[in-house]
């Protein structure tokens, strides 16, 4: 499937023009059914916009929301001869598509405000923050708009993973995750070639797949050939390092740590044998920060289609048209009027707002969850990662409650200062932290991180703090659907009720996630635009 | 001298906090007063109240699995908090800020997990 798909496919670009004149003549939906046909999923269909042709024939939408869900559909639509308005609810587009960096300010449903005050350049991304390879549909715009791109270190094998819940000598020690990766699978490749030599697995395995089996397992755990045995690996780094002349010379490799160890400290949970499909290398981000790609959009917005500090307040439609109330940055009512709108508020947010759908529209809407979300961004004063560590990038693995991930920075190398991602959490734990004064989370986040890097607390300088459950614009990081609310709420919501379209994350199996809100923008349009061009 | 200050925080936010036993009310304040507020009175407009609603104090089957899958922009906890825990909050939130409804044993919660399909599942290392 990949290799088909992929930039070696035999003939990618035929195959990608006859998706666009599917397109071209019968919409988006006859082009899906072709890749359906073909075997491809719309997934994999949805890596350029629909095409809007035939004209807008005088139809107005509104749209709800400037996130990229919003910016998709006004761009699009504004382009295809659509009048579109975009009410937005804060003072700036881009959703939760935010980096925070000096100046910007956040207020919390408890009332806690923050001003970032990081030094000029400095920047955390609150929100969204890497763009895997595959997702073809946000790089439609990042390549459109000249969004400048950057590696994402999603993977670092010098990194450190931290695991106190373990048992052993290894638990609640920082260890570089390559000496877990060598070690774990070192060993287990030893166990599994020592059990086929002896032809124990025969019964699995014909002679020949024997001894390639066992070819294989000396090259995967990196074992002694002369008797299948794991003493270690290069790769796991060295107590010596090698160098020039004699001395150091060869340097000396590292030891294995004992097996026993290695499994009783659980931090193999790190190791997988390939990376899930969202976390793969290649992973990227926008350089200066994900909000690039929201001002991209802006950019290629006319100005005044978007109202900012725009709270709606009442979503009516009748036969004839759409009329939506809100309250202005002002304080005062105001209506916009229009054919159709595009909804894009989050459902957790938008389950407050008075809306004239059916009944079983407005139940579908209360079956989703959403997920409490958190992040810290922490300036430190030097780089002491790259520097002491030779750590560039990447994550280190914990199972601190309240900490999820600690990010390094994968921009601004060798530089003075940098922000590095304090905790990323999730439910019931982000929930506990987010419960914290901002002063508290902070000093709760150099506490924990300080069990990995000695250098952490007094290299500390300032903190920003994000709870996105606790952000009344959001109400919740993304949505999180049952399997039993995909099965029943989810069709529902995805089809429009009377001429009012949802669109966002939420309607995508790529919740939480960019291209998400882009593609189903781009599908709830495709389906708008065809009713206008049968009307 | 601030450096002091703040190296005395850390080492005193580094003292194990999990040491004191759980309660009802303990890990209400943990799981829940983000939201809810200590008060149960949630935050109009985004956090529902816990007091005089019928959800609390109606029918256990339906309150065990709004906790357990979310709803409405509820976050799911079916793997964040064990049957005995939850059965702790529920009884405490149906106790509380004048609620009055029976306490929830851990068996109770149990057989509405399976009820609502509610299985834990492993925490991801990595989302988004």
């Given at each position: 499937?990949?290799?088909?798909?992929?930039?070696?496919?035999r003939?990618?670009l035929?195959?990608?023009?006859?998706f666009e004149?599917?397109?071209?003549?019968?919409?988006v939906s006859?082009?899906?059914?072709?890749?359906?046909a073909l075997?491809?999923?719309?997934?994999?269909?949805?890596?350029?916009?629909?095409s809007?042709s035939?004209?807008?024939?005088?139809?107005?939408v509104?749209?709800?929301?400037?996130g990229?869900?919003?910016?998709?559909?006004?761009?699009?639509?504004?382009k295809a001869?659509y009048?579109?308005?975009?009410?937005e609810?804060r003072?700036?587009?881009?959703g939760?598509v935010?980096?925070?960096?000096?100046g910007f300010?956040d207020?919390d449903?408890m009332?806690n405000?923050?001003?970032?005050d990081?030094?000029?350049?400095?920047?955390?991304?609150?929100g969204?923050?890497?763009i895997?390879?595959?997702h073809q549909?946000?790089?439609h715009y990042?390549?459109k708009?000249?969004?400048?791109?950057?590696l994402?270190n999603?993977?670092n094998?010098?990194?450190?993973v931290?695991?106190?819940?373990?048992?052993?000598?290894?638990?609640g020690?920082?260890?570089?995750?390559g000496?877990?990766?060598?070690?774990?699978?070192g060993?287990t490749?030893?166990?599994?070639?020592?059990?086929?030599s002896?032809g124990?697995?025969?019964?699995l395995l014909?002679?020949t797949?024997?001894?390639?089996?066992i070819d294989?397992?000396?090259n995967e755990?990196?074992?002694q050939?002369?008797?299948?045995s794991?003493?270690?690996?290069d790769g796991?780094?060295?107590?010596?390092?090698?160098?020039?002349g004699?001395?150091?010379?060869p340097?000396?490799e590292t030891?294995?740590?004992?097996?026993?160890?290695?499994?009783s400290?659980?931090?193999?949970?790190?190791l997988?044998?390939?990376?899930?499909?969202?976390?793969?290398?290649?992973?990227?981000?926008?350089?200066?920060?994900?909000?690039?790609i929201?001002?991209?959009?802006?950019?290629?917005?006319?100005?005044?289609?978007i109202?900012?500090?725009a709270?709606v307040?009442?979503?009516q439609?009748?036969?004839?048209?759409?009329?939506?109330?809100?309250?202005?940055?002002?304080?005062?009512?105001a209506?916009?009027?229009?054919?159709?709108?595009?909804c894009?508020i989050?459902?957790s947010v938008?389950k407050?707002i008075?809306?004239?759908?059916?009944?079983?529209?407005?139940?579908?809407?209360?079956?989703v969850?959403?997920?409490?979300?958190?992040k810290?961004?922490l300036q430190?004063?030097t780089?002491?990662?790259e520097e002491?560590?030779w750590i560039?990038?990447?994550?280190v693995?914990n199972d601190?409650?309240g900490?999820?991930?600690?990010?390094?920075?994968?921009?601004g190398w060798?530089?003075?200062k940098?922000v590095?991602?304090?905790y990323?959490?999730?439910?019931g734990?982000?929930?506990?932290?987010?419960?914290l004064?901002?002063?508290?989370?902070?000093?709760?986040?150099?506490a924990?991180?300080?069990?990995?890097?000695?250098?952490?607390?007094e290299?500390?300088?300032k903190?920003?703090?994000?709870s996105?459950?606790?952000?009344?614009?959001?109400?919740?990081?993304?949505a999180?659907?049952?399997?039993e609310?995909r099965k029943?709420?989810y069709?529902?919501l995805?089809?429009?009720?009377?001429r009012?379209?949802?669109?966002g994350e939420?309607?995508?199996?790529l919740?939480g996630?960019q291209?998400?809100?882009?593609?189903s923008?781009w599908?709830?349009m495709?389906?708008?635009?065809?009713?206008?061009?049968?009307a | 001298?601030r450096k002091t200050?703040?190296?005395?925080?850390?080492?005193?936010?580094?003292?194990?906090?999990?040491?004191?036993a759980?309660?009802?009310q303990?890990?209400?304040?943990d799981?829940?007063?983000?939201?809810?507020?200590?008060?149960?009175?949630g935050?109009?407009g985004?956090?529902?109240?816990l007091?005089?609603?019928?959800?609390?104090t109606?029918?256990?089957p339906v309150?065990?699995?709004?906790?357990?899958?979310?709803r409405?922009g509820?976050p799911?906890?079916k793997?964040?908090?064990?049957?005995a825990?939850m059965?702790?909050?529920l009884?405490y939130?149906?106790?509380?800020?004048?609620?009055?409804?029976?306490a929830?044993?851990t068996?109770?919660?149990?057989q509405a997990?399976?009820?609502a399909?509610?299985?834990?599942k492993?925490?991801?290392?990595?989302?988004?």
């Amino acid at each position: 499937m990949l290799e088909e798909m992929g930039p070696g496919s035999r003939s990618p670009l035929t195959r990608r023009r006859f998706f666009e004149q599917l397109a071209a003549v019968g919409g988006v939906s006859l082009a899906m059914a072709g890749m359906d046909a073909l075997g491809f999923g719309f997934a994999s269909a949805a890596t350029a916009p629909p095409s809007l042709s035939g004209g807008a024939k005088n139809t107005k939408v509104i749209i709800l929301g400037a996130g990229l869900a919003g910016l998709t559909a006004a761009y699009e639509l504004g382009k295809a001869g659509y009048q579109v308005q975009v009410l937005e609810a804060r003072a700036v587009a881009g959703g939760r598509v935010q980096a925070a960096r000096r100046g910007f300010v956040d207020t919390d449903l408890m009332g806690n405000r923050q001003e970032c005050d990081f030094d000029d350049g400095q920047y955390i991304n609150v929100g969204p923050w890497r763009i895997p390879y595959h997702h073809q549909s946000t790089l439609h715009y990042v390549r459109k708009f000249g969004v400048q791109l950057e590696l994402f270190n999603n993977d670092n094998d010098a990194a450190y993973v931290y695991f106190e819940k373990g048992n052993g000598p290894l638990a609640g020690k920082p260890i570089r995750k390559g000496q877990i990766a060598a070690d774990a699978r070192g060993y287990t490749a030893e166990l599994m070639a020592k059990v086929a030599s002896k032809g124990d697995l025969d019964a699995l395995l014909s002679p020949t797949d024997r001894q390639t089996f066992i070819d294989y397992l000396v090259n995967e755990g990196r074992l002694q050939r002369a008797d299948l045995s794991y003493k270690g690996a290069d790769g796991r780094g060295f107590e010596i390092l090698p160098g020039a002349g004699v001395s150091p010379g060869p340097g000396k490799e590292t030891e294995p740590f004992a097996f026993a160890d290695v499994m009783s400290s659980r931090a193999w949970i790190v190791l997988n044998s390939v990376a899930g499909w969202e976390q793969q290398r290649t992973m990227l981000e926008p350089v200066g920060g994900m909000d690039m790609i929201p001002r991209g959009f802006l950019k290629n917005i006319p100005d005044g289609v978007i109202q900012y500090n725009a709270l709606v307040d009442r979503i009516q439609q009748t036969a004839k048209g759409v009329k939506v109330s809100y309250t202005d940055g002002a304080g005062k009512k105001a209506e916009a009027s229009g054919d159709y709108i595009i909804c894009t508020i989050p459902l957790s947010v938008l389950k407050n707002i008075k809306m004239d759908v059916s009944k079983p529209f407005l139940e579908a809407m209360g079956n989703v969850a959403y997920a409490p979300v958190n992040k810290i961004g922490l300036q430190m004063k030097t780089r002491f990662w790259e520097e002491k560590h030779w750590i560039y990038g990447g994550h280190v693995y914990n199972d601190i409650p309240g900490i999820g991930t600690i990010s390094l920075p994968s921009t601004g190398w060798h530089s003075q200062k940098g922000v590095l991602l304090g905790y990323y959490s999730f439910g019931g734990e982000a929930a506990k932290i987010s419960a914290l004064p901002p002063e508290e989370r902070a000093k709760f986040a150099v506490a924990q991180g300080q069990k990995i890097f000695p250098e952490y607390a007094e290299n500390f300088e300032k903190a920003f703090s994000k709870s996105w459950h606790l952000d009344p614009h959001s109400l919740g990081g993304w949505a999180e659907w049952s399997d039993e609310s995909r099965k029943a709420a989810y069709p529902v919501l995805c089809e429009p009720d009377g001429r009012i379209y949802l669109s966002g994350e939420h309607l995508s199996y790529l919740t939480g996630w960019q291209a998400g809100a882009i593609e189903s923008a781009w599908q709830q349009m495709a389906k708008l635009h065809q009713r206008v061009q049968q009307a | 001298m601030r450096k002091t200050v703040l190296t005395a925080a850390v080492l005193f936010a580094l003292a194990p906090r999990a040491m004191a036993a759980e309660t009802g009310q303990s890990l209400y304040n943990d799981n829940c007063a983000a939201c809810h507020q200590r008060t149960g009175a949630g935050i109009k407009g985004a956090f529902p109240a816990l007091t005089g609603g019928k959800l609390v104090t109606g029918p256990l089957p339906v309150l065990v699995a709004t906790v357990l899958n979310g709803r409405g922009g509820m976050p799911a906890f079916k793997s964040d908090l064990t049957d005995a825990q939850m059965a702790m909050v529920l009884t405490y939130i149906r106790a509380s800020w004048g609620n009055k409804a029976s306490a929830v044993t851990t068996a109770q919660v149990s057989q509405a997990r399976v009820k609502a399909q509610a299985v834990a599942k492993p925490k991801a290392l990595l989302a988004h």
